[in-house]
Each structure stands twice: as C-alpha cells, then as structure tokens.
C-alpha cells in the first residue's frame, strides 16, 4: 500500500488544437465549445494566418457540443453577416443568434464531421453549410437539435430540462436526423499499430485537402 497526498485543483483541458498540414492547408480540432473556446480558436486561426494557410479544415468529428455563446462568438470569426442559428420555445418565441461583418475568413473551408458531432457542433456544421461556405465531409452528424437548461434543485441535485429547438440559417431541425454530408466517407487509417495519431494517416483529413486542393487551384 502506498499513501499519496493529493491537491486537488482546477484542471483545463484544452478544447482546441491545430496546425499546417502542408505549405498552404491548415487544420484546426474543436473537441467541444466550452469557456475559453473562443479565444483558443482565434490564437490558432491567427497562427495559422501567419504561417501563410490559404485553405482549412475544421474538425467536428466526436464534438458532443457545448455552449451555444461559444459556437456562435466562433462563427462570428467565420461568416459574414447574418443568422447563423436560431432557436424557438414552446410558446413560439424565437431568438436569433448572428454574425456581422466585422471578422470573416475568406479561404476554401471544409468540415469534419461523423456520427458523434452534435449539439453545438451540429449548429457549427448547419451553419457553414447554409452559408455556403464550405464542404462538410464525413458521416451523418448525431442529431441533436434541442436546447437544454439544467435547474439545481434544494436538495444538491439538478434536473435537465428541454428549453427550446435549435434551427440552422435556413430553417432546419435536425433533431434526431442529423446533418448529411456533402461527401460521405466512412472513416480509415493508413496505420494498423499507430503509437500516436497522425492527421495525414487519415482518409477523412486527405480527402480534406484534396478538395481544398481542387478549389485553390481553380
């Protein structure tokens, strides 16, 4: 037996990671929309944008979601002006969630997807497709198109409650339905006994830049 004396403190585990995948492709993961999301992301598009990207893959494959505040400051570096969710409650009242032209990109996008992307992913993956901004690759996402609040209660305990339903820019509910890709592509790797993962070993990552390939050379 062995006694360990542990302190316990606030663990951050990154929600964002990137880099070139050659001399003009780059590639940035969002593994889930959480506080910090935001500034995450906009470190890595900026290091990016200085080693010279001119296209990009976004990866939303296994994002179960988060924050919709966090989703949308992030499409808001992204799109131009315009809605880019919205959401409606029972009573059918809705709010609008939108980008402005302040911030945009303006380079050959593609999106990651598969059959665990959901939530506030799903709203990233809605979005850029309705805005025609890119291709989305992969498998059909998860299909979760509900807006849930959590209410603590007296006792310690909480329950999860179903507040309203999400719609992409052009008016879709994707609950329990998900988002098709523009090209479907069931997932492989070059690699049979990997001892890390490598992006360029992976099907979904080549076929990526390979259609990012075609647009910068048209």
Sequence with gaps: EHTIEITREEVIVPSVSHRMLDDKIGYIRISSFVNGTQKDFEDALADLQGQGMQGIVFDMRDNGGGMVDSVVAILDDILPAGTVVYTMDKSGKREDYTSDDAKKIDIPVTVL???????????????????NYGTIIGTNTFGKGIVQSTVPLSDGSAVKITVATYYTPSGECIHEKGIKPDIELEFSYADENPTEYDELKDNQVQKAMEVLGEKLAD
């Design 113 to 131: 997807v598969n059959e665990n992307t959901a939530s506030a992913a799903e709203i990233f993956t809605g979005a850029i497709r309705d805005f």
